[in-house]
């Protein structure tokens, strides 16, 4: 049973246009969220995170928002560029206890 | 610069092979994890480690183990007992424990003949 769900595998964007990348989980005990970045055959980096006791969290041209009430989280990039094309996962924790999504595969077409 | 090494990036045994994957890091990070990734599913957890010589079996500890006898080191074997070793393998660390992100190596392919 998944606890975090990306259910787009895949999602593509014209340059310049916003990308938005979805995240549900079930966990109500879930305090701390995060959005990874991974290029084919590397680790993820790290990219935004979120505490529970905000519903956004800006950096740049990555916004996460966090609906805990719909217990969904959602990346925005704006504008997306074609290095933003990439596999993104999101990812919730208690305490020390991680869980990822499987990842959406975000292509950003110039 | 610092960061986390995972050797060697490509590995291949023999079934019924012992085989270990290295991860160092020079972050001074406390804690330090082990993860498995397969086609079309998230990373899951198969052990982590918050001080040395301590550690903590994750989701899917079975067929595996690990030590962590030095703060920059946890080194994951993938022994005979793990039914189903091929896959990719990526080792993270993070300051202390909380609500930290997690820095993560480039990862080791795993590849069982």
């Known amino acids: 049973d998944q606890q975090v769900k990306q259910n787009s595998p895949s999602l593509s964007v014209q340059e310049g246009r916003i990308s938005i990348l979805n995240c549900d989980y079930t966990?109500?005990?879930?305090?701390?969220f995060l959005w990874y970045k991974k290029y084919p055959a590397e680790g993820p980096t790290f990219l935004i995170s979120?505490?529970?006791?905000?519903d956004k969290n800006e950096d740049g041209r990555f916004t996460v928002f966090l609906n805990k009430s719909a217990k969904h989280l959602s990346l925005h990039i704006v504008p997306s560029q074609p290095g933003d094309s990439a596999v993104y996962f999101c990812?919730?924790?208690?305490?020390?206890?991680?869980?990822f999504g499987p990842g959406t595969r975000l292509s950003v077409l110039p | 610069d610092g960061g986390i090494t995972q050797s060697p990036k490509y590995l291949f045994r023999k079934e019924g092979q012992n085989v270990t994957l290295s991860c160092e890091q020079n972050l001074n990070h406390d804690a330090m994890y082990w993860y498995r990734q397969d086609p079309g599913q998230g990373l899951r957890l198969i052990y982590y480690s918050q001080i040395v010589n301590d550690f903590q079996k994750g989701d899917i500890a079975e067929g595996y183990s690990v030590s962590r006898e030095k703060k920059e080191s946890f080194p994951l074997t993938v022994t005979s007992a793990q039914k189903n070793p091929t896959a990719f393998y990526l080792c993270?660390?993070?300051?202390?424990?909380?609500?930290?992100?997690?820095?993560f190596g480039d990862g080791t392919r795993l590849s069982i003949l």
């Open positions: 990812a919730a924790s208690e305490g020390q206890n991680f869980v």
């Open positions: 966990n109500s005990m879930f305090d701390y």
């Open positions: 979120i505490s529970s006791i905000k």
């Open positions: 993270a660390s993070s300051i202390g424990t909380g609500p930290r992100p997690q820095h």
